[in-house]
């Protein structure tokens, strides 16, 4: 059974540090994995997805890298701001489910950065 | 932009009420899910659906039903609605797999459920 494992679980930084969120998951065999964002109270929005072809994939000042080897994925936030503030989750999906196969989540890690 | 829209972002209904909880997305998806969040559990699946009229059990499908009639709308019905089942409930949408960014899965809102 896959299980995703975040490091920290909370994390608090001043603005304008350079900061790695980490995701680890024990099975290789994925089909790709996926971080997303959640603000309190909302629902999740998805920021980067990584097939298990590719190392790494970037928007703005975000960058996702994946080990699929290692079973380790990070998301490198450069130049936090406060809006970064929010809890961030990685998921994984299998390979060789159907269409509508899952994703599996970590219980994902809190930011707060500070002004 | 792809939208999923939830039916209401907080409810409050009373011990054995049936609850539905409405879940419409605008971009041909054919895949749906709904999760239930509650803290210290994270995210757990409990039904999904890869087609009209198909449906899968996720994790934990007790005390739960679905209804998938029309592509675009995904419906999660609680027959009895029980305290247990406070919670926040969250739908989601992913195309068929196509091995490009396109996989990517698009949350709704959330929708604050309270059984009291």
């Known amino acids: 059974k896959q299980e995703v494992t975040q490091i920290p679980a909370a994390l608090s930084v001043p603005e304008g540090e350079n900061l790695v969120l980490n995701c680890s998951f024990t099975d290789s065999a994925i089909y790709n994995l996926q971080w997303f964002r959640q603000d309190p109270g909302k629902g999740l929005t998805s920021l980067l997805l990584?097939?298990?072809?590719?190392r790494e994939q970037t928007s703005g000042r975000l960058n996702a890298s994946l080990d699929k080897s290692s079973g380790r994925s990070t998301l490198y936030i450069a130049a936090s701001q406060p809006g970064d503030s929010a809890t961030y989750l990685c998921a994984v999906r299998r390979m060789g489910e159907t269409s509508g196969s899952r994703l599996t989540f970590g219980e994902g890690t809190q930011l707060t950065v500070n002004p | 932009d792809v939208k999923v829209t939830q039916s209401s972002r907080y409810l409050v209904k009373r011990t054995g009420e049936k609850v539905f909880l409405e879940c419409v997305q605008d971009m041909d998806h054919e895949n749906m899910f709904w999760y239930r969040q509650d803290p210290g559990l994270g995210l757990r699946l409990i039904y999904f659906s890869y087609d009209v009229k198909m449906k899968e059990k996720g994790d934990i499908p007790e005390g739960y039903s679905v209804s998938r009639e029309k592509k675009e709308r995904f419906s999660l019905i609680l027959e009895s609605a029980s305290t247990n089942q406070t919670s926040m409930y969250l739908c989601?949408?992913?195309?068929?797999?196509?091995?490009?960014?396109?996989?990517?899965?698009?949350f709704g809102p959330g929708t604050r459920l309270t059984v009291l």
């Open positions: 990584i097939q298990s072809s590719q």
């Open positions: 989601a949408s992913r195309p068929r797999t196509s091995g490009s960014s396109t996989d990517t899965q698009y």
